[in-house]
């Protein structure tokens, strides 16, 4: 049974930082190129960040290129989102996702195999 479980959530002000992790568990880590979604209340998810299955490829939506870094950890099954420069408008739901295939640049829910859970950030002014 794969497992996508998300942590590091919570509220911060803006201006703040949050690390988000994501274990997994269930299906071969290193094999999947991995992202991370969002999603705010009444609107639709959105993924922000996808990273190769090495780790030195990534890509993020203009949104928070510049303020966001994905990476992982293929020897704990652990991908990872640090947050910088937050601001209000970064308030959603955080899902970890694994696409059913790698692909160049962030990714669409459609195209996502296995999701996690998710984990609620909430930014105040």
């Known amino acids: 049974q794969v497992q996508l479980v998300e942590s590091g959530g919570g509220s911060v002000r803006g201006g703040g930082s949050l690390r988000l992790s994501c274990v997994a568990s269930?299906?071969?880590?290193?094999?999947?190129?991995m992202g991370w979604f969002r999603q705010a209340p009444g609107k639709e998810r959105e993924g922000i960040a996808a990273i190769g299955l090495g780790g030195t490829r990534t890509y993020y939506a203009d949104s928070v290129e510049g303020r966001f870094t994905i990476s992982r950890v293929n020897g704990k099954n652990t991908l990872y989102l640090q947050m910088n420069s937050l601001k209000p408008e970064d308030t959603a739901m955080y899902y970890c996702?694994?696409?059913?295939?790698?692909?160049?640049?962030?990714?669409?829910?459609?195209?996502?195999?296995?999701w996690g859970q998710g984990t609620q950030v909430t930014v105040s002014s």
């Open positions: 269930g299906l071969m880590f290193s094999s999947y190129c």
């Open positions: 996702a694994a696409p059913r295939y790698c692909s160049v640049g962030v990714r669409m829910p459609g195209d996502i195999r296995y």
